[in-house]
């Protein structure tokens, strides 16, 4: 297999090298380098006591945490930093990937007393890097998660009111932007990886820019902004927030790029090729990180890598293979950070959630598929689809920014270099290819009308219109003048897609609201059911039992319910192949989605689980743009767009009789159009339920 891949031409592959082109910044060189940082480096007046005692309490324990944090390019520009963001409210900084940025940034900036004034928040795309940064950045102040230190996602909050630096998913920002649109908690805000343009992150760059102009009118304290990446477009954000860039000099552990002569159709089949080389020729310590583009995939490999690992003899104690995931329950997603016994190698099987911000301990060797599951949204279908794409240059230095961070790695990618050079540079902001109802509900609950609203790239009006339309089928705005209803604002509170808001805003008219509290939680969590194991037959077996002829949804409620009952979770879900992590997070999303609604006072009563037809029609006020008909030649035509689609084989209804119409959770598109979570229904409930249907075909 070696002999298919070639060392990239420069040998050695400087990440920030391939963006050096794009680059106009003006280059950021410390006056003061290394020198170590001194009590006078800051005003000890304005030194917080938190952090003295801190220091003082952990001293002796530090040492070897602080020799890694001196040793990073990011160190020797605090001076600079602080200087700069002392003269600018808003600073644009690019660095290298493990340069220091994410986890050394909001610390100068707490030792520089920013933190007296107010909390210091840094935004993630995902959870799973807000937790583990967060984790790391107590451990290096030696506070306990929650004190100095914490972090905040959906559905957990690790902060206490000791807390002064925050990290959190852009999501979380953006909730609390709708209770206080100045965010007065805050005294700098920094928006990390910035170059992922997430929805949430493009909208919060407006939002922060205008709370930080208001504060000023009103003589408020001032809000910092700092904006943070290895490989943003720095001067389209420069252009938009009126200021220049700067770069943070300096190079981490080098990584060597190795690219497939010519591109691996089967890009599968040349990862684990390239794994089982690297598990021959490189030392056992150095572990093996592989991008893949989702689940599926991910399972399928994993489970092939395991038996192979046994074939092979190398002893299944020297191979631990671990997944990583967005559906995957939070506790198995952290599971890879930790170390592995010694001569055992650490192999990462990952999506694209693993690409920015996080260090896996250990990881030297990457191998890059060099695709991705992107979401794309067809406002004319009004139908949002994942398909698999090529990823972005951007994306193929952040996959490579993931070894070479505690130690030299190396990046295998199994495409060619002639071919990455056809990747765009940068992906296209998921506010171009995204379903913005819920970003226009959450800005018309803000206050803020979505076409008015000064955005870094404006979303397309079609986008905005066909938001506009699913809002108003949900009864969350009356249009002309646009204005939020109380549904709207209620829904606005759930941290749920307003699609999933609606089902339990309705759910209490249809006497089934314990039944949709449960089911909203499981779909929240997805994947409770274990398929992919080397006794796939015991737990087909084992599912079968919870199996409800009317669809996925209601077999998932029977397994929540069941759950719920059990007394021995832990052996119950062991013997019916499901996952116990999946389903106590499911559980968590229940209890507080309890909470909300019991805020608002909406009736917790039940349908006792046995008129399913409540729960069936309670599920098309939300879902009601997700129906499909079945057409003579087999095949079933969505409603919304008229797209032809399959039941997905993970469906209980794959394979059994067709029902005529049906309604589906997802649609995602593979080699054809699958539909996922599908559940019958009547067509004839449609007119009943939503009398504004009135054109739904027979
Ligand atoms: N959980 C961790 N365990 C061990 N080392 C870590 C951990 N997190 C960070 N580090 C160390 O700190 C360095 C800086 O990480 P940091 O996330 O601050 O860099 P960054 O510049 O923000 O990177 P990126 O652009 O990739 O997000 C890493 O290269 C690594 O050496």
């Known amino acids: 297999m070696e002999s298919k891949y ?8 400087g990440i920030s090298s391939a963006f050096a082109v794009k680059r106009k910044l003006e280059p950021m060189k410390e006056q003061n380098a290394i020198k170590k940082p001194t009590n006078n480096n800051f005003n000890q007046q304005q030194k917080p006591n938190l952090y003295k005692n801190v220091l003082a309490a952990n001293s002796n324990k530090r040492s070897s945490i602080d020799q890694e944090r001196r040793s990073l390019p990011v160190y020797n520009c605090r001076q600079r930093i602080l200087k700069e963001l002392e003269a600018n409210d808003t600073l644009l900084i690019m660095g290298e990937t493990g340069s220091g940025k994410t986890t050394q940034i909001p610390q100068f900036l707490l030792q520089a007393g920013y933190a007296n004034g107010g909390i210091i928040g840094i935004t993630q795309p995902r959870r799973v890097a807000a937790i583990t940064i967060a984790k790391r950045v107590a451990q290096e102040l030696a506070t306990g998660i929650g004190e100095t230190v914490g972090y905040t996602v959906r559905f957990e909050d690790a902060t206490t009111e000791r807390t002064r630096i925050r990290y959190m998913t852009d999501g979380i920002l953006l909730r609390e932007a709708i209770g206080d649109r100045l ?67 300096g190079r981490t552990h080098p990584v060597r790029v190795l690219h497939a002569k010519d591109s691996q159709e089967d890009y599968i089949h040349a990862a684990l090729v390239t794994l089982f080389d690297i598990h021959r020729h490189e030392p056992i310590n150095h572990d093996v990180l592989i991008f893949l583009t989702g689940q599926e995939e991910i399972e399928a490999l994993a489970q092939q890598i395991r038996q192979l690992a046994r074939i092979n003899n190398t002893g299944p104690s020297d191979v631990r293979v671990f997944t990583l995931y967005a559906q995957l329950a939070q506790g198995k997603q952290l599971e890879c950070f ?85 990747f765009r540079s940068t992906s296209l902001p998921e506010i171009l290819r995204s379903n913005l109802t819920s970003t226009v509900l959450q800005l018309l609950a803000l206050g803020i009308d ?89 737990a087909a077996l084992a599912h079968a039992k919870f199996q409800s002829k009317h669809g996925d949804h209601l077999t998932l409620l029977n397994v929540f319910s069941t759950f719920q009952k059990t007394e021995k979770p832990k052996i119950w879900c062991h013997d019916n192949f499901l996952n116990i992590r999946n389903l106590t997070y499911a559980r968590n999303v229940r209890n507080q989605l309890a909470e909300i609604s019991g805020r608002l006072n909406l009736a917790i009563n039940s349908c006792g689980g046995d008129n399913v037809d409540a729960v069936k029609k309670c599920l098309l006020t939300g879902l009601f743009e997700n129906i499909a008909l079945l057409q003579k030649e087999g ?30 959770t997802e649609m995602v598109q593979t080699e054809h159009n699958f539909l996922r979570q599908v559940t019958e229904i009547s067509s004839e409930w449609v007119e009943e339920v939503l009398p504004a249907m009135k054109s739904f075909p027979k």
């Open 6 to 13: 070639l060392i990239n031409s420069n040998g050695s592959a």
């Open 183 to 249: 965010l007065r908690k805050y005294s700098a805000i920094m928006l990390d990886e910035a170059h992922e343009r997430t929805v949430n992150a493009d909208v919060l760059f407006g939002i922060v820019k205008q709370a930080q102009l208001e504060r000023a009118k009103q003589r408020l304290p001032k809000l910092k902004i700092i904006i943070t990446s290895a490989t943003m477009d720095i001067d389209h954000f420069g252009q938009y927030f009126g200021v220049r860039g700067m770069y943070l000099e």
């Open 338 to 422: 930790l170390p592995v016994p010694a001569n055992t190698r650490k192999i990462v099987l990952a999506t694209n959630i693993a690409e920015t911000s996080i260090t896996i301990p250990g990881i030297r060797c990457v191998i890059d598929c060099g695709y991705v599951k992107e979401k794309s949204f067809n406002p004319g279908t009004g139908l949002e689809l994942l398909k698999t794409v090529r990823i972005s240059q951007a994306q193929a230095w952040q996959r490579c920014g993931r070894a070479g961070r505690d130690a030299p790695g190396k990046c295998y990618r199994t495409y060619s270099k002639a071919s990455m050079e056809q």
């Open 450 to 538: 979505c076409s008015n609203f000064d955005f870094i790239d404006a979303p397309p009006p079609e986008g905005i219109s066909s938001a506009h339309r699913a809002l108003e089928q949900l009864g969350a705005i009356k249009p002309a003048p646009l204005v939020i209803t109380t549904t709207g604002r209620w829904m606005a509170q759930f941290p749920l897609d307003p699609r999933y808001a609606k089902l339990l805003l309705s759910a209490p008219s249809f006497g089934c609201m314990e039944e949709m509290l449960s089911l909203v939680a499981a779909l929240s969590s997805d994947n409770v059911f274990i398929g992919h194991t080397d006794k796939s037959e015991l």
């Open 635 to 664: 095949h079933y035509l969505t409603v919304s767009g008229r797209v032809k689609a399959k039941i997905h084989p993970s469906s209980v209804l794959h394979g059994k009789y067709k029902p005529q119409c049906i309604l589906f």
